[in-house]
């Protein structure tokens, strides 16, 4: 299935499931939309006070009221799994911070991720250093402070290279480098 929305900076609505990208562009035909390097936008200028979207057998309502003018209304679509007709893990990605890592990986990520952070506090303790976990739901996502100075943030390039390190010694001289 696919997930209809209307973005708007910090609103998102959504509009509806389809069985097909044929059938979302067949709904779309109703609104002033526009379409730049294969992207699609709301023309929000041109959308009524109130205007009903007939498709089959639904009525969907779109209001003008809805959206600021001065700013793009991005059209976007995403498979969607439906949950009861899948068998083992669900594709799709997961949010880790401010990163989309996909699920199949998201496991092995997480327990690199924590395996990595957990390492290099106690490297960095016993060593007699100070090491903070920080950022927590932050924009950036979460970083580890070394003597109150950022030392890392905990990306996907921090857990890549902490799987290829062949120790803690060898993972922290990255850092030391800087």
Request: aromatic share 12%; hydrophobic share 35%; glycine share 4%.
């Amino acid at each position: 299935m696919l997930l209809l929305q209307f973005l708007q900076s910090e609103l998102t609505m959504d509009v509806g499931l389809f069985e097909s990208e044929d059938q979302i562009k067949e709904w779309l035909e109703q609104l002033p939309i526009y379409e730049e390097d294969e992207v699609y936008f709301l023309d929000g200028d041109k959308l009524n006070d109130y205007i009903e979207i007939s498709y089959q057998n639904s009525r969907y309502p779109v209001t003008s009221f809805s959206f600021d003018e001065s700013e793009s209304i991005l059209i976007s679509w995403t498979e969607v799994p439906v949950i009861s007709q899948t068998d083992g893990l669900v594709d799709g990605v997961t949010k880790v911070d401010a990163y989309m890592i996909d699920n199949a990986d998201l496991k092995d990520y997480i327990s690199a991720r924590e395996e990595a952070v957990s390492s290099l506090m106690n490297h960095y303790r016993e060593k007699g250093q100070q090491v903070d976990r920080a950022g927590h739901a932050s924009e950036d996502g979460e970083y580890l402070l070394l003597d109150g100075e950022l030392l890392t943030h905990l990306d996907p390039m921090f857990v890549d290279q902490w799987k290829k390190s062949v120790s803690v010694d060898s993972f922290t001289e990255q850092f030391e480098e800087e």
